[in-house]
């Protein structure tokens, strides 16, 4: 399988963290899973733990032992037998979950939309049938789903939603605020819906006066947000899935609402243009410039050909790995390699310094396999100490080693 090509940046970082590759090792912490995307942690008690299954089910383990019965089993979705981007895709437990046992999903269903339904957790379980419909949007094809959700440290849901599929954006929904497609959507679904729907929109929200837009999107100008997570500061950090030519990750400073991404304007950081030849990229932008066009721009990219997909990671803030700390870590889920980065201000704009890259270590693990790995999901312990990270091709939630 071929991967992605570290931009120059990176080339001269991948010696800065060589000598702690003693440290950049992984466990097996839960074996047996069946195609995971996703993990929750019950915020009550670190040793249970939510694990969502693409091809239907929510697996529950404790201590890193999975029960033998299914939290949830999903009925009448498209799965990935369908195609490789649908099925069960995120999850998210509401913030009053010690209380109320309620959670989230973000699946596809039999015509292949994507819905977001609430679910409660009664006797052990939730039956399916149950579960309350909060939002459905129609996807024009079958790819660029989105799938991932999680509640904001403001008890907001935020959910991401791909550009609808295809390729090249043929719709131009990235760039339609008249649409949820493409976008970063924010909704309150803790408080009293408004009226003909089954959440609130927050009045905060930046596009909620203004005409032909829907009041949901916080966020625009994505194609396919794979996973995305909140730090400690507020911050959002977004993986954004490329078309041929680059990857990026995208960042929401706090309290920030209404960023374009560009899409599918722009492609990382120079302007989108089909085709996957590097001899044919356009010609990289400078934040400035893309300020210009009204277009934040990503904090880092890479490039790849021409099979990649970025995995948004997690920044990490705790004191188990210090070679990790104040970094953000992500993949690609194509070619199992892993970076971190440390972020800068670079003449008035955020932007990665001091790339480096583990996949060398990481997979000395595995007898030198790292690259093997698929990597879909990364996940904090509800302290933010621990890492987890999910291995969607062999059926594996992995643990980062001290």
Not at 267 to 278: H, N, S, V
Request: hydrophobic share 35%.
């Amino acid at each position: 399988m071929k991967y992605a090509t570290m931009i120059a940046p990176a080339a001269a970082a991948l010696a800065v963290l060589s000598a702690n590759a003693h440290a950049q090792r992984l466990e097996e912490w839960i074996t047996g899973l069946d195609k995971p995307v996703d993990i929750a942690f019950d915020p009550a008690d670190e040793s249970r733990a939510f694990i969502v299954e693409q091809t239907g089910h929510v697996r529950v383990a404790i201590n890193g032992t999975l029960a033998d019965t299914p939290l949830v089993e999903a009925k009448n979705i498209t799965g990935p037998e369908s195609n490789w981007e649908r099925g069960l895709l995120g999850i998210a437990l509401d913030p009053g979950f010690a209380d109320n046992n309620r959670f989230y999903l973000d699946y596809t269903d039999k015509e292949g939309n994507v819905n977001i339904a609430r679910f409660t957790i009664k006797n052990g379980s939730a039956r399916w049938d149950d579960r309350e419909i909060i939002l459905t949007i129609k996807e024009p094809y079958g790819n660029h789903n989105g799938g991932c959700i999680r509640f904001g440290p403001d008890g907001m849901l935020y959910i991401g939603v791909g550009d609808g599929g295809a390729a090249n954006d043929p719709h131009g929904n990235g760039q339609n605020r008249g649409t949820l497609l493409g976008s970063l959507l924010r909704i309150d679904v803790t408080g009293q819906p408004d009226e003909g729907l089954a959440y609130a929109i927050p009045q905060d929200n930046p596009f909620i006066n203004t005409p032909n837009a829907r009041p949901e999107i916080w966020a625009f100008g994505l194609r396919n947000p794979w996973r995305f997570a909140f730090d400690t500061k507020g911050r959002l950090w977004i993986g954004d899935v490329g078309q041929n030519r680059f990857e990026e990750v995208d960042l929401i400073p706090k309290n920030t609402p209404g960023l374009n991404f560009g899409w599918n304007i722009t492609e990382g950081m120079g302007l989108f243009k089909p085709g996957r030849a590097e001899r044919d990229d356009p010609p990289r932008l400078t934040p400035a410039r893309l300020a210009e066009k009204g277009i934040t721009a990503p904090v880092f990219e890479y490039r790849h050909h021409p099979v990649a997909s970025i995995t948004g990671g997690v920044f990490y803030e705790g004191d188990r790995y210090p070679w990790l700390k104040n970094r953000y870590i992500c993949a690609d889920f194509m070619s199992g390699r892993v970076w971190s980065f440390r972020l800068k201000q670079r003449d008035g704009h955020p932007a990665s310094d001091d790339i480096a890259e583990h996949t060398g270590p990481i997979g000395a693990t595995f007898g030198g396999k790292g690259a093997a790995l698929a990597i879909s999901s990364f996940a904090l312990s509800p302290d933010g100490q621990t890492i987890y990270i999910i291995d969607h091709r062999t059926g594996r939630v992995l643990r980062m080693k001290e």
